[in-house]
Every structure is written in structure tokens, then in C-alpha cells.
């Protein structure tokens, strides 16, 4: 994984500040849940595909709302976090929009390293992984 850091934090420069500052308040909100925390899964992405249905909106009621067992990535929690989907706004959308990154180049070893499913583990494990990206 040191490579893969060392990737995405090269690419990096290809994020705004607000990109960079957006990423920072999800690590934030993301440190003040509980250490058995259930609602973070990285191995769940809901949607088929980067821009069809599983609108931000339907999820983040989930999260907020009920203790139904849903769970969401780091992507997911940025609603929780405070950063609001626009309206009618996809799950790729908004991960473009608020994080500037995609599954694809330029920024692809981001996605890697902070988002991809194959990263796994808990949300303690994506704080670890956002602090290391975010590092100077």
C-alpha cells in the first residue's frame, strides 16, 4: 500500500482546496463516531454504476434517521458529515463534485487508496487511510 499512497498523494494536485477541505470534514465526522460503529462498509457502493440510480438523498435518511443496519463508505457518510447532495444528485456526481475524484485518470490512485472497495475494513481503517492521505 506505501506505493499507492505515494500515488494518490501525487495526484493530489489535481484537487481543489474545497476538494481537499471536503475530504477533511469526512475524516473529521468520521473520528467522532464510536469505535463499534456498524454503519461503514468500503465493500458497499450503492449503485450498479457510476451514474445511474442510488441517488445521495435515499440513502443519507438511512444513515441519519433510522438503525436499520445500512451501511456506507466514506463517500456515503459525506451527507452525515454536513456536505449536502444537490438535488437529484448521483452517488458519482457527488463524489466528483465534493471530493473531485473519480475511478478514473487523473485521479484514479485516489480513488484507489481512499474509496475503492478492495480497501476494505472499518471506518477506524479509513481514518487511517485519510490521515495518511492528507498529510503533508
Not at 501525487?10 to 473520528?31: G, S
Not at 466514506?74 to 451527507?79: A, E, T
Not at 458519482?92 to 480497501?119: D, K, M
Request: hydrophobic residues 35%; glycine residues 8%; aromatic residues 12%.
Amino acid at each position: 500500500m506505501p506505493g499507492l499512497l505515494k500515488l494518490a498523494r501525487y495526484a493530489r494536485r489535481y484537487l481543489q482546496p474545497e476538494h481537499i477541505a471536503n475530504i477533511t470534514k469526512v475524516r473529521d465526522y468520521l473520528q467522532t463516531l464510536p469505535r463499534d460503529y456498524k454503519h461503514f462498509d468500503m465493500g458497499t457502493f450503492f449503485q450498479l454504476y457510476w451514474d445511474v440510480p442510488g441517488k445521495v438523498s435515499t440513502l443519507t435518511p438511512i444513515l441519519l434517521e433510522t438503525e436499520c443496519g445500512s451501511s456506507a463508505c466514506i463517500i456515503g457518510h459525506g451527507p452525515s458529515a454536513g456536505i449536502p447532495p444537490l438535488e437529484d444528485e448521483y452517488w458519482g456526481a457527488y463524489c466528483r463534485r465534493v471530493f473531485g475524484v473519480t475511478p478514473a485518470e487523473p485521479t484514479v490512485h485516489i480513488w484507489n487508496y481512499l474509496f475503492s472497495p478492495e480497501q476494505g475494513g472499518s471506518h477506524l481503517a479509513a481514518i487511517r487511510r485519510l490521515n495518511a492521505f492528507l498529510k503533508d
